[in-house]
C-alpha cells in the first residue's frame, strides 16, 4: 500500500511530535542542570517497555499502564540525580563528567532492562485500533491520539514553565543559578525537578509510540538522537525543540520514503551541522558558548 | 611627543544601551594616562574596544597610526597593547614562573618546528625567557614566589603577578583595569611605585581606576567619563575642580580623600 | 619524584611493555593489549585537546576515516599497507583541516556540538553508500606486506605478537610526538588557551591557530590508530566508529586521570578493557558492573584513578551518603561552592607531570 502525501504527513506529525516531546524533556535537562544527558533514550525504552509489561503479561488496562509507566521513570530519573548527577557537582570537567556518568547509566539501566525483558521485540496492543477513512486516505486513530496527547502534555509543559512558581523558578536556575539563588530558588530542588519532569516525558513519548512501532531494545538509539534534534532546534529553548522535532519527523517520515532511510538520517545531519556552524546555539536557541566549558 | 593611541568616534551599544558615545581621545607616548568615572560609565568598555575583545558600535582606534579596529584580540596583542584585567585573570594550574613565561610568547622568533624539534637556539631562547621571567617577577617583588600556585596567593600578590604577565609581552601600551582595587594601602603604595617605574622604561600606561588619590598622584591626563560620553578632561587639578566631574561623582561612588 | 627516577621508571616500563608478548602464550592475552594500547593512545589525543578547552567528539569518526581509508586503498585499490598508511593519514589530516577551520572558530558548546554531529556523520556515511560496504563494511582486508630485513629474513604479519610491536612502534611515535609538542611553546600555547582563553589572547596567543593545529594534528594521530585497526582486525563495521566509540575514548582518558597527559589514558583504558573481559564469567551482569563501576570511579576518585597515586584520599563514602539523604549544600549554588573549595584546600601542583616537563 503506497503512503499518500497526507498519510506521510500525519506519520511525520506524530513522529515529529513524539520528538518534540522527547527533546522537550532533554531540553529541560540540558538547560537546568546543564547535563547532556546520554542515558536519556533508556527512559523512552523504559516507557514502552513498562507499558508492555503491564499491559500483556499483567493483563491491566492501557490507560492505566501509561500514566505508571511515566511514574516509574520519572521516580528513576529522580534516583539517577540523586545518586549520580548530584554528587558530581562542582567538579573540574563536569560536563565532560555527566556525559561518562550518563555511559555508565546507560549500561546499567540498558542491561537491566535487557535481563527482565529479553531481546526479542514485543508487540503492545492497541487500544485505538480502528482506522478511519476519510477524504478517500486511510488514517489509523492511534496516531491521531499520539497527536492529541503529545499536544495535550506539551501545552501543560509549556503552562507549567511559564504560568507556575516552579516553572519560573527552573527558568531562572537555567539562566543564572547563582542569581537565582540570591532569589531564595533551591537551585537543587530545581535541578532534580528539572530531571524527573524530563524522563517522565521521556517514559510518556515512549509510552504513547508503543502501540504504533512496537517495543525493542533499539529504541533506545532514537532516544539518543534526541540530542541532535534538541541541539538543531536550540538548547533551552522550547519553541526550537518543537522546531526540531517537527523538522525531524517529518525528514524521516518522507525522507524514508523518498530516499532511503541511511540517506535520510545523513542529509539531516549535514543540514543540522550546517545550520549549526552559523547558528551555534541552534535555530532559536540562545548564546550557549559560556555553557560547556571544560 | 606623538599620540601612540587616538579614540575617533568610539561609540558601543549593546542593544538599547549605548555603553560608550562618541568618544575622543588621545594618549601621548610615555604618558600616564587615567580614564575615570562613576561606576557603569563605560570604561571598562573602553579599554575592551581598544584590546580588541569587543568591537566597536562605531568610530576608530588608532594604536601608533593605524587603525585596530576588526582585529582579534590577539592580533592587537601581538602589536604591542597589553592588557590587565579587571577581575585578575591568571593561568591557575601552573606556577607563578610559567605564568610570567607564558607572556613571553610575543617575544619568541622561533617557529613552530625550531621549538618543537628543540634546536639549540630555540631551547637558548626559552631559557633565556626563564631568566628574564624572573627578573620581571623580582622587579614586581614576587621574586621569592616563583613556584607558587596563583590560586594560593593573597589578591594583591596575585595583581602583581597579573602585571608581570603584561610585562612580559613587551608592550608599548599597557592598560590596567582597576589594579589597586581591593588592596590595603601598604600593598597600593607598592603598586604606585611599580607603575612609576613601568613607566620610566618607556612603556605607555593607561588606567582605569576609582581610588581617587591613586588616580591623582599618577596621571598625567585624565578623560572623565559619565554615562558613556567625556565631560571632562585635563590635569589632576583641572579635573578635581570640574564643576560636571563633582556632579557626576555626588552621591554616588566614593571619594577616597584618603 | 626527581627526574632521574622519572627516566628510569619509565625506561624499566618501556622494556617490560617490549618483553610482554614473549612471555604470554595466549594470542588472545595480547589481543587485549593490542586493544588497551591504541584505546590508551586514542585518549591520549583527546586529552591533548582538553587540555587546550576543547572537547572534542570526532576522535572516533577520524579513527573511523583512517580505517576505511586504509581498508579501501588496500582492499579495493590494490595498494600495499605500507603506501596506504602514509595516504590514509593524510585524507585524515585534510579533511580535519577542513572541518577544523570551520568548527574550531567557536568554542564551548559551540565546538562539542558540530564535533558531535561530525562523529555521527562519518559512520553513517560509512554505512550507507555501497561503495564502502554498507552495513556489512569491509571485510579481508589484506595484512601488511612483509618487510625484508638484511640477511634474508623477512617480517610477516600473520600472528598477533607481530601486529603487537607494529602498533607498539607506531605508538611510541605517537608518544613521542606528544612529549615534544608538551614541552614546545605549542604546548604553552595550548595549556595557556585551556586555562584562560582571554589571557591567552592578550599575550598574542592566537586561539584560533592553535587550536586548529591541535584539531589536524590528534586527528591525524587517531586516524593512524584506524589504519592499524583495519589491517590488523582484517575487517571494519561503520558501527563501531560512532559516537559511543567517541565517549567511550573520553571515558578512558577521564577515569585513568587528566593529570598526566600520557599515563593517565593508558590507566585508565587498561582498566576499562580489562574489566568487562574479566567479567565475562558473570555475562549477564558485565554492563551493569561495568556501568557502576565508572560511576563510583567518577564520584569517588575525581582525580581518576591516578589521583590514588598522588596520595590522595578517595572522596569520603559518608560524605557521599549524606549528600544523598540530605539534599545537596542546601541552596546549593554553583559558585559559591567552587570558591568554598578553593579557600578551603591549599592547592597542590598535582598536575605539574603533565607539563611536559616529565
Known amino acids: ?294 | 611627543m606623538s599620540a601612540i593611541l587616538e579614540a575617533k568616534g568610539l561609540t558601543k551599544r549593546f542593544g538599547g544601551v549605548t555603553a560608550v558615545s562618541d568618544l575622543d581621545m588621545s594618549v601621548q607616548e610615555s604618558q600616564i594616562f587615567g580614564l575615570i568615572g562613576p561606576n557603569g560609565a563605560g570604561k571598562t568598555t573602553v579599554f575592551s574596544m581598544i584590546s580588541a575583545f569587543q568591537r566597536p558600535t562605531a568610530g576608530q582606534v588608532l594604536f601608533e597610526g593605524s587603525d585596530v579596529v576588526g582585529k582579534p584580540a590577539h592580533a592587537v596583542a601581538r602589536l604591542g597593547i597589553a592588557r590587565l584585567f579587571q577581575h585578575s585573570l591568571l593561568f591557575g594550574n601552573i606556577t607563578v614562573l610559567e605564568n610570567v613565561i607564558v607572556g613571553f610568547h610575543r617575544k619568541r622568533s622561533f617557529g613552530l618546528f625550531s621549538s618543537f624539534v628543540g634546536t639549540k637556539r630555540a631551547r637558548e631562547e626559552e631559557e633565556g625567557f626563564r631568566v628574564k621571567a624572573l627578573e620581571i617577577l623580582d622587579f614586581v617583588g614576587l621574586g621569592r614566589l616563583k613556584d607558587e600556585l596563583p590560586v594560593n596567593l593573597p589578591h594583591g600578590h596575585q595583581r602583581l603577578l597579573s602585571v608581570a604577565t603584561t610585562l612580559a609581552t613587551g608592550p608599548r601600551l599597557l592598560l590596567l583595569d582597576e589594579p589597586v582595587t581591593g588592596m590595603n594601602p601598604a600593598e597600593m603604595n607598592e603598586m604606585v611605585r611599580i607603575i612609576r617605574k613601568i613607566r620610566e622604561t618607556g612603556i605607555t600606561l593607561m588606567l582605569v581606576e576609582h581610588h581617587m588619590r591613586v588616580v591623582m598622584d599618577l596621571c598625567d591626563h585624565i578623560v572623565v567619563l559619565n554615562y558613556g560620553q567625556k565631560i571632562a578632561e585635563g590635569g589632576a587639578q583641572q579635573v578635581c575642580t570640574d564643576p560636571a566631574v563633582c556632579a557626576a561623582y555626588l552621591g554616588k561612588g566614593t571619594y577616597d580623600a584618603a | 619524584m626527581s627526574k632521574r627516577w622519572k627516566w628510569i621508571a619509565a625506561s624499566v616500563f618501556f622494556l617490560i611493555v617490549v618483553a610482554l608478548p614473549q612471555f604470554i602464550q595466549s594470542a588472545y592475552y595480547v589481543h587485549l593489549l593490542i586493544l588497551i594500547m591504541m584505546n590508551a593512545v586514542l585518549a591520549m589525543t583527546f586529552i591533548l585537546l582538553l587540555r587546550a578547552g576543547l572537547l572534542n567528539m570526532s576522535m572516533a569518526a577520524f579513527w573511523g576515516i583512517g580505517a576505511y581509508s586504509t581498508g579501501m586503498l588496500t582492499l579495493k585499490g590494490g595498494l600495499s599497507f605500507w603506501v596506504a598508511l602514509p595516504i590514509a593519514v593524510a585524507i585524515a589530516a585534510l579533511v580535519a583541516l577542513v572541518f577544523g577551520a570551520i568548527l574550531v572558530r567557536h568554542a564551548g558548546l559551540g565546538f562539542i556540538i558540530p564535533s558531535l554531529i561530525f562523529a555521527f556523520i562519518v559512520p553513517l556515511v560509512f554505512g550507507t553508500f555501497k561503495v564502502f560496504g554498507g552495513h556489512v563494511g569491509l571485510i579481508r582486508i589484506p595484512a601488511p606486506n612483509p618487510i625484508p630485513l638484511p640477511g634474508g629474513h623477512h617480517i610477516t604479519f600473520a600472528s598477533e605478537q607481530s601486529y603487537y610491536y607494529l602498533l607498539l612502534a607506531l605508538a611510541l611515535i605517537v608518544v613521542l610526538v606528544l612529549l615534544a609538542l608538551y614541552r614546545s611553546w605549542v604546548g604553552r600555547a595550548w595549556r595557556a588557551l585551556g586555562l584562560s582563553s582571554n589571557l591567552a589572547q592578550s599575550v598574542s596567543i592566537s586561539p584560533f591557530r592553535y587550536r586548529l593545529l591541535g584539531f589536524v594534528i590528534v586527528s591525524a594521530m587517531a586516524a593512524l590508530m584506524g589504519v592499524f585497526f583495519a589491517a590488523y582486525s582484517t575487517n571494519i563495521q561503520p558501527g563501531s566508529y560512532g559516537p559511543f566509540k567517541a565517549i567511550y575514548i573520553q571515558m578512558y582518558a577521564i577515569l585513568g586521570g587528566v593529570g598526566n597527559p600520557i599515563i593517565g589514558p593508558v590507566v585508565g583504558a587498561a582498566i576499562l578493557t580489562i574489566i568487562p573481559e574479566a567479567l565475562r564469567a558473570v555475562k549477564n551482569f558485565e554492563p551493569m558492573v561495568t556501568g557502576a563501576l565508572i560511576i563510583l570511579i567518577l564520584i569517588f576518585l575525581p582525580q581518576g584513578i591516578l589521583g590514588l597515586l598522588h596520595g590522595r584520599r578517595p572522596g569520603d563514602a559518608l560524605g557521599f551518603l549524606r549528600n544523598v539523604v540530605h539534599g545537596g549544600r542546601g541552596n546549593s549554588n554553583k559558585v559559591s561552592a567552587s570558591k568554598e573549595g578553593v579557600i578551603l584546600e591549599r592547592a597542590k601542583p598535582a598536575d605539574r607531570d603533565g607539563e611536559g616537563a616529565a
Open chain 1, 1 to 294: 500500500m503506497g503512503r499518500t502525501l497526507v498519510q506521510l504527513f500525519i506519520d511525520g506529525l506524530s513522529m515529529g511530535l513524539v520528538y518534540v516531546l522527547m527533546s522537550s524533556g532533554f531540553n529541560l535537562v540540558m538547560a537546568v542542570p546543564n547535563i547532556i544527558f546520554i542515558a536519556f533514550g533508556e527512559f523512552y525504552m523504559l516507557g514502552a517497555f513498562i507499558v508492555w509489561y503491564i499491559e500483556v503479561p499483567a493483563n491491566i488496562s492501557y490507560f492505566a499502564a501509561v500514566p505508571i509507566a511515566v511514574i516509574a521513570t520519572a521516580f528513576l530519573g529522580g534516583l539517577s540525580y540523586l545518586l549520580v548527577f548530584r554528587p558530581l557537582q562542582f567538579r573540574k570537567n563536569q560536563f565532560l563528567t555527566n556525559i561518562i556518568a550518563g555511559v555508565g547509566l546507560m549500561l546499567i539501566i540498558g542491561q537491566a532492562a535487557l535481563m527482565l525483558f529479553g531481546t526479542e521485540a514485543r508487540g503492545v496492543p492497541s487500544v485505538f485500533s480502528s482506522v478511519y477513512e476519510v477524504l478517500g486516505v486511510r488514517i489509523a486513530l492511534e496516531k491521531i491520539v499520539v497527536i492529541v496527547l503529545s499536544v495535550v502534555v506539551l501545552v501543560a509543559l509549556h503552562a507549567l514553565l511559564q504560568k507556575t512558581r516552579t516553572g519560573r523558578a527552573m527558568r531562572a536556575v537555567s539562566f543564572r543559578s547563582d542569581v537565582a539563588a540570591l532569589q531564595g530558588v533551591n537551585a537543587d530542588r530545581m535541578f532534580m525537578v528539572a530531571m524527573i519532569v524530563g524522563c517522565a516525558l521521556a517514559g510518556f513519548a515512549g509510552a504513547i509510540m508503543a502501540p504504533i512501532f512496537g517495543v525493542d531494545l533499539g529504541m533506545a538509539q532514537n532516544g539518543f538522537l534526541v540530542m541532535l534534534v534538541v541541539m538543531l532546534g536550540g538548547i533551552g529553548s522550547m519553541p526550537g525543540a518543537i522546531l526540531g522535532g517537527l523538522v525531524f519527523g517529518m525528514t524521516l517520515s518522507y525522507g524514508q520514503y523518498y530516499i532511503g532511510s541511511g540517506q535520510a538520517q545523513i542529509l539531516f545531519f549535514a543540514v543540522i551541522m550546517i545550520i549549526l556552524l552559523f547558528k551555534p546555539g541552534g535555530i532559536l536557541g540562545k548564546n550557549i558558548e559560556e555553557i560547556g566549558h571544560v
